[in-house]
């Protein structure tokens, strides 16, 4: 599975669909890289690859009403230029997340 490279990912969230652009770089079973969203660049840190499944995990500061750090928990399946699974974000919830590769 070709997981590197670029991605236009898009995440449906209960405040609607949410884009970013990521990027993948690989090293035997490891993933690194960046996820851009919301006027921030954030490090894709834990990744892994197993066979056509991927997993990466990136970390946000956001306020509600205090400071909270969120880790959001990607999960996927790639098929060539595409990809498609699951993000966990804690007690945001888990939501559906898809990828075209740009």
Known sequence: MTVEGTWKLS???PV???E???V???????LTGS?????????????VVDGDVASWKVVKAITVVVKVRVT?????TVEGDRMR??????KFG???VTGLRV
Not at 24 to 30: C, H, K, M, S
Not at 72 to 76: D, E, K, N, Q, R
């Open 24 to 30: 993948l770089r690989r090293d035997g079973d490891r």
């Open 11 to 13: 995440v449906d969230s």
């Open 94 to 96: 888990t939501f559906d």
């Open 85 to 90: 699974g699951r993000v966990a974000a804690g």
């Open 16 to 18: 609607g669909e949410q």
């Open 20 to 22: 970013a652009r990521l």
């Open 35 to 47: 996820l851009d969203h919301d006027k921030a660049s954030l490090e894709v840190v834990d990744g």
């Open 72 to 76: 959001a928990t990607f999960t996927v």
